[in-house]
């Protein structure tokens, strides 16, 4: 049993999604769970279609009628003249978002994010799945809601394991008589049966906690790239590949904010020693980048990531006092009610100051409560530089004329705050 992961890139258009089933074809589709993201860029297309609306801005119908249009055309391209119970199945997706957007009197902005922005996994699963059966690969089209069960943080739900497991084995293991398993990535659901999402890029965590609950073979992740490289090929061109990685470097990586794979991807297959794949789905007969316990890793090269949209802030107390272990705990208690992950953090006499990805919404929110006790700086648009197994000459490469404000090194690794 193994389960396969498919990003956006990999179902942006009907190509991609006859491209997705010739996989599936070639590596035996049977006793699998399929996790798809949704198409293309159509999660930034709702969050367009939710900041609208939060603004009170009526053009989100305009633009929930344009992403139905953009679904409908790739499933008329993928089986014109058959292509009606798609359709309506994903015009019904539309209608009910519709439906709750003008009956909802919520401002909680991430509540009706997660409703919304769900939606791509929703829309782009039930083409992929309607395709497969129209391509005679049989295969049941499964609800994540009835398997995947988080707590009420909505936009960063937090898995309850013990529910999440039982529902897993009781609703997926009987389907695989029936072909493979579809289901969507990204989400969640509450004990009020609301939907939550498992932060953005939550796909590979979707696949990830089905491999763990159903004690998979393996898992793999099909992306556009041939597998893990040092760098994003697309900033660095002479990026290198890595043809493997110990489970604990692959958490270092996401951690430090590795786009390859889901920061929360890793821990759970490692806890049941399951292997992760990265496999291209261009070139998808090539052997990708494999993660496992025993991998070789004593000649890594350098790994270099960079998190733009960063967000310094800085704290110092209103009685000029020192930062001391009170000042520091009601800092993280905020950070922590909020779910604002910290990236970097610096601690001098009189300040303390944190980077953070730049989420408007939380950061307001962490500043008006922390500003009753501290005065409260921030610095916007800057760069998180991380080097892992770095050496002086690629350090003095990547900051030559940088503005550093911050520059952190340990044994293996050294970040570096830049701006711009």
């Known amino acids: 049993m193994q389960v396969y992961k498919f990003g956006g890139a990999s179902v942006k258009d009907a190509n991609s ?6 996989i599936l074809n070639e590596h035996n589709f049977n006793e699998k769970v399929v996790v798809v993201s949704a198409m293309g860029k159509t999660t930034n297309e709702l969050e367009a279609v939710v900041n609208l609306y939060y603004a009170n801005n009526n053009n989100w119908k305009n633009d929930l009628a344009q992403i139905l249009s953009k679904h409908q055309q790739i499933i008329e391209e993928l089986m014109s003249g ?4 798609a359709n309506e199945a994903v015009k019904n997706i539309i209608d009910k978002a519709t439906e709750f957007l003008e009956q909802n009197h ?4 991430n509540f009706i994010y997660d409703q919304i922005v ?5 829309l782009s699963t039930t083409i992929v799945s309607q395709f497969a059966n129209f ?5 049941t089209l499964l609800d994540a809601k009835n398997c995947v069960f988080t707590d009420n943080a909505y936009t960063e739900g937090k898995i309850d394991w013990k529910k999440t497991e039982k529902a897993i084995n009781e609703n997926v ?3 695989f008589k029936k072909g493979f398993v579809i289901t969507q990535g990204f989400v969640g659901c509450t004990t ?4 939550t999402t498992l932060g953005r890029e939550g796909s590979d965590f979707t696949a990830a906690i089905f491999s763990f609950c159903l004690n998979a073979e393996k898992m793999t992740v099909w992306k556009d790239v041939e597998g893990i490289m040092n760098a994003d090929p697309k900033e660095f061109p002479d990026a290198q590949f890595i043809s493997e990685l110990t489970f604990t470097e692959a958490i270092e990586m996401t951690y430090y904010g590795a786009s390859v794979i889901h920061p929360k991807t890793i821990k759970p297959i490692q806890n049941k020693n399951i292997p992760l794949e990265v496999r291209s789905f261009i070139n998808f007969k090539k052997k990708g980048s494999v993660i496992s316990a025993n991998a070789n890793t004593l000649f890594l090269p350098p790994v270099i990531i960079q998190k733009r949209s960063q967000v310094l802030l800085s704290f110092s107390a209103k009685d000029f006092s020192f930062i001391a272990e009170d000042h520091l705990s009601k800092v993280f208690l905020v950070f922590a009610e909020h779910r604002l992950r910290v990236n970097l953090m610096q601690n001098a006499a009189i300040s303390f100051s944190i980077c953070v990805d730049f989420k408007k919404e939380k950061i307001e929110k962490v500043i008006e ?3 009753q006790e501290f005065s409260v700086t921030s610095i916007e648009n800057l760069t998180l530089l991380t080097i892992r197994h770095f050496n002086q000459g690629i350090i003095d490469k990547l900051t030559k004329d940088k503005d550093i404000l911050i520059k952190q090194q340990s044994r293996s690794t050294i970040q570096v705050l830049l701006r711009g």
Do not use: M, Q, W
């Not at 999604?17 to 010739?22: D, G, K, L, T």
């Not at 919520?106 to 902005?109: A, I, K, P, W």
């Not at 391509?135 to 295969?139: M, Q, T």
């Open 17 to 22: 999604v006859r491209n997705v089933i010739n």
């Open 82 to 85: 058959k292509s009606a119970d």
């Open 106 to 109: 919520s401002r909680n902005y």
């Open 118 to 122: 769900s939606l791509g996994e929703y």
């Open 135 to 139: 391509s005679k690969l049989k295969n």
């Open 173 to 175: 293991t009987p389907l």
């Open 192 to 195: 009020e049966d609301f939907t």
């Open 369 to 371: 409560e922390l500003e």
